[in-house]
């Protein structure tokens, strides 16, 4: 994401630039169904994901989909307006679309109007409250790789759980912050037309935030209790549209990890990203010259649907992990051909590993040689281009990482979480989400 300030009489910089890999365009995270409210010895808030494909098209024919997984939170009181976002690791600030906005982007999702709540302050950039009504205010434009968003401040209370009713000021549930939002009155139609979510509400550390006020969980855990609150979220992946992904507030959820949490510290923490040291990575057993020397890092982002890789390593990577086809088959589904394992080692001693299943390319490639005609499978890799925050280096632990570990991330310690995901059967808890174009069938709703 890269950000920039307009203001009615100065032009405002933020104190640092920062990218963002292209989540709207690779995938994102989102909601529609249920919360619940669990002991004190499980976290405060777990939220079930709706998740939404969108096909990709090439010739027009459907060559691979978008996923998008989305969560609902309730803005403004006493009476609350609630909202469909992605819970986005990888920025800093909550954006939905404003009452203001009348593009056809904007249209097709539910608008936040400010005149229904008694909890909204207009402010500035620097949180100086301003008259709703005044003719030209403070705007931020935030880039997502392939579209952007412009919009207003203003300062509200953004809630986990709906409080009907609910108090205002200091007297806020536990669930329950104020925070300020950026109110879109622009989006561009490309990838907002795509998708169902409304908004995106990101998890990253505070330094990626213009202001700490704007990270909704910094908020969160100021002025919470931490026994009854902990500083921690976590985040589960399902690896079947049967069973809802989730993400947790006020601590993690053990129902969804098989093995302990391994915790690795945060690199540079006050970058705002979930960034880890990489001290070293292998295929198949062979390590990567390009990491020698513990030189690369890794960036824990619910908001990217691939395996980023840098791009110097690319090319390297592509190699290595392609290979035949047991059969010349151009139907045959390559996450279930073999294939070298691919295996970073963090630091603290922590490991983890993505099979064929997790890193391949659906659809093979098919070559022709003069020797014949040859079925390849592939990775799916997206390349990462060097920035000045994160260098050269840096890889992104998108969704293939995700669905294979539960990821959980510590505020207070600074420190990202890893333990191998526990995938329940259809038949647990109370699963209500919803399943919107799947290329099985039609949108489902699960009950």
Sequence with gaps: ???????????????????????????????????????????AI???????????????????????????IFVGAPTPQNFTVVFDTGSAHLF????????????????????????????????????????ERDQVAISFG???VTGEFISETVCLTEHLGGRQGDDLPADCATARVILADQMTEEPFRSFEFD??????LAGLAVDPEFSVFEQLTRSKDPSKFQPQFGYFLSDSDTVPSEVCFGGHDSRRYTNEVQWVPVRRPSLGFWQVKVLGVSVGGKALPFCEGGSCVAIA????????????????LHRSLARKASE??????CREQPGPELVFELEGGVFLSLGAADYSRAAPMQIQSAKGSQTICRASLLPVDKTPALGDKAFILGEPMMRRYYTAYD?????????????????????????????????????
């Design 328 to 333: 010349s088959n151009s139907e045959l589904d």
């Design 46 to 72: 777990v939220i079930q994901l709706d998740k939404q494909y969108v096909p990709v098209l090439r010739d027009n024919k459907v060559v691979s989909h978008k996923t998008a997984y989305f969560g609902k």
């Design 146 to 148: 392939t579209g952007e």
């Design 1 to 43: 994401v890269l950000l920039s300030f307009r203001s009615s009489n100065r032009s405002i910089q933020p104190d640092t630039e920062f990218p963002k890999m292209p989540m709207l365009a690779l995938v994102l995270l989102a909601f529609f169904g249920g919360s619940a409210i669990l002991t004190a010895a499980e976290p």
């Design 301 to 316: 982002d619910t908001g990217t649907s691939l395996l980023g890789v840098p791009r110097q390593a690319a090319q390297q």
């Design 199 to 204: 908004g995106v509400m990101g998890l990253s």
């Design 411 to 447: 505020w207070q310690k600074k420190q990202v979480g890893f333990a191998l995901a526990r995938q329940p059967s259809p038949s647990e808890g109370n699963a209500q989400h919803r399943v919107i174009g799947s290329p099985t069938g039609s949108s489902e709703v699960h009950v």
């Design 96 to 135: 939905l679309p404003s009452r203001s906005c009348t593009t056809e982007s904007c249209l097709q999702h539910k608008r936040y109007d400010q005149t229904k709540s008694g909890s909204a302050l207009a402010i500035d950039h620097t949180g100086k409250e301003v008259s709703m009504g005044s003719g």
